[in-house]
């Protein structure tokens, strides 16, 4: 297989993976009610947790992680695909769950998915956010802490591994997949920095 098709292929692969919307599948299977229609409408884990309850949106969020880090771990495994191939399944996992194919693209803010893809290729910097930002959110921010603890966390995973010594192509990867999160985000963040201030202010 030529390297052109093969980055086509890891990225198809990766987005229909990604297609996959757990929260939405769980939340059908446990309440019978479409997971759009509850909370803040978002298809994802954080509102799964909210609604359904913890351990089905902490369940939601694994797998929205794993539908991006095992097919990467197979491609790496078996299929001895190259970084930009795996970045690229990852990438299109990401868009897929923003815009899922099987669910009028109407999709989730990719959280737990960026972190599957982080999980791969800058494990311990993930850990290290994983211990650093919950402590500020939790004591300093305190508001709307669904949305920016796992915010932070990418944020300073991605920001750790442009610091550290990481192949380039690992690091372009880790920011354009951050860069996507953000945009899927782009209409949730400006109102959540609105509740911040609004609440440092009060």
Sequence with gaps: MSTTLTYIVSFVAGYILGSIMFAHIITKLVTGTDIRKLGNKNPGAANTFKNVGPFWGILAGLLDALKALAPMLIGHYFFDLSSISLGLLGFGAVIGHGHPLFFGF???????????????????????????????????????????????????????????????????????????????NRFYLPQMVKNLISKREA
Aim: proline share 5%.
């Design 106 to 184: 109407n999709g989730g803010r990719a959280a737990g998915t960026l972190m599957g893809i982080y999980i791969f290729f800058i494990p311990l910097e993930l850990l290290a956010a994983f211990v650093v930002v919950p402590m500020i959110v939790f004591t300093i921010v305190k508001t709307n802490r669904s949305y920016w603890a796992p915010f932070g966390i990418l944020s300073l995973s991605a920001t750790l591994a442009l610091i550290l010594n990481h192949p380039v192509e690992v690091k372009i990867i880790v920011v354009s997949v951050a860069v996507l999160g953000l945009f899927l």
